[in-house]
């Protein structure tokens, strides 16, 4: 009975040591040896758009920008607040976006060459950037904030450097995009783009329509009970995302407006296709949370490889943003003086770069 009264608090008290000894070990293997580059999953790189000579697009809630042949991202936003949507002006220059700095998402544009950004909408319900106007001067967005019910959006324009929005005359809006003439609005009237729905048929689907801003016509151009969606115009061609595939599985589509006829793009089969976006030359689209460039003369499309020098910044940019951030004392209730910070976390992401 004696020895095992004793071997029990022993037993007890050799476990309790080996736990103690354990836990910091455990804890020093994770902070002190992150996993090598190479097994950092940084492939979660969304809703980009391009211009002549950039991809932007966004990364742990940062908007970021690439050259559009790849290499290595540099991050343009770097408030706590999300950021969304990024889209090029027609001439590349400036980039609106949507982000979410006071509690509700709101449309902002910044130069692609950084700086502040300036507020562009400021209603209290969200307000979801769609594009430019190709007159390069006014934002096409969706927003609830005269819907009477959160649960759909209307279209409206807003010129770019602020001012009172304009409703589009259509009932209802989600996705859409200005024809390059000014005169048609492609868009679809619900969306399941956020949904995680797969190969969903039933009347959640949108079709696209156009709708004539002179004539106040409309018309079904789709025509389809698969998802048809992001609507984007170039030269003759409308592109869109449909699941219409024998897969029904998300793709990039083309429809001929001269021959009225449909074609499809992209072939993916493992992946959807997820927020693409047209510039003056090509479109960008995330696949398995890879970006892909599909040149819109010969159709071609290949991935666009972000290195993994910048692979790298965006593993540090986790635990760098909260000491950049306390460097730059950002003030609550004013998040965007956190573009201070970026200027300071960039200095701490080359320190981290120069150790590794
Ligand atoms: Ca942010
Ligand atoms: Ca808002």
Redesign the pocket.
């Known amino acids: 009975m004696k020895s095992k009264r004793l071997l029990t608090p022993v037993a007890a008290w050799l476990s309790l040591l080996l736990g103690a000894v354990a836990f910091p070990t455990a804890a020093s293997v994770i902070t002190n040896n992150p996993p090598p580059a190479a097994a950092v999953n940084a492939r979660m790189l969304r809703y980009p758009d391009v211009s002549a000579t950039q991809i932007a697009f966004v990364y742990a809630?940062?908007i970021w920008l690439a050259p559009k042949t790849g290499g290595t991202a540099q991050r343009l936003?770097?408030?706590?607040?999300?950021?969304m949507f990024p889209r090029f002006s027609p001439d590349g220059s400036q980039i609106a976006f949507s982000g979410n700095y006071d509690g509700n998402l709101d449309v902002y544009v910044i130069s692609a060459g950084g700086g502040l950004p300036r507020r562009v909408t400021h209603h209290g319900a969200p307000d979801r950037i769609l594009g430019w106007y190709p007159d390069g001067t006014n934002l096409l967005y969706a927003t609830s904030m005269t819907s009477q019910k959160d649960r759909f959006n209307q279209l409206y324009k807003v010129p770019s450097t602020g001012g009172l929005p304009v409703q589009l005359p259509v009932p209802y809006g989600e996705f859409g995009a200005i024809s390059p003439d000014g005169r048609i609005l492609a868009y679809t009237p619900i969306s399941v783009d956020f949904r995680t729905w797969k190969r969903y048929r039933g009347g959640m689907n949108p079709d696209i329509w156009f709708f004539n801003l002179e004539k106040g016509t409309a018309r079904n151009i789709t025509h389809d009970d698969a998802n048809d969606s992001m609507p984007m115009w170039h030269s003759h061609t409308l592109y869109f995302l449909s699941d219409r595939d024998e897969n029904k599985r998300d793709n990039i589509w083309a429809y001929d407006l001269r021959k009225e006829k449909f074609r499809q793009v992209t072939f993916f089969t493992e992946f959807d296709v997820h927020f693409p976006s047209v510039g003056p030359t090509d479109l960008v689209f995330e696949n398995g949370g890879h970006l892909y460039l599909l040149d819109l003369i010969t159709e071609k499309y290949q991935e666009v490889e972000i290195n993994r020098g910048a692979r790298r910044d965006f593993y540090f940019a986790r635990r760098a943003r909260h000491r950049a951030q306390s460097h730059a004392r950002i003030r609550r209730g004013a998040p965007l003086s956190g573009l201070v910070a970026g200027r300071q976390m960039d200095r701490l992401l080359q320190r981290s770069e120069r150790r590794i």
């Not at 936003?77 to 950021?83: F, K």
């Open positions: 809630g940062d936003s770097s408030p706590r607040g999300e950021e």
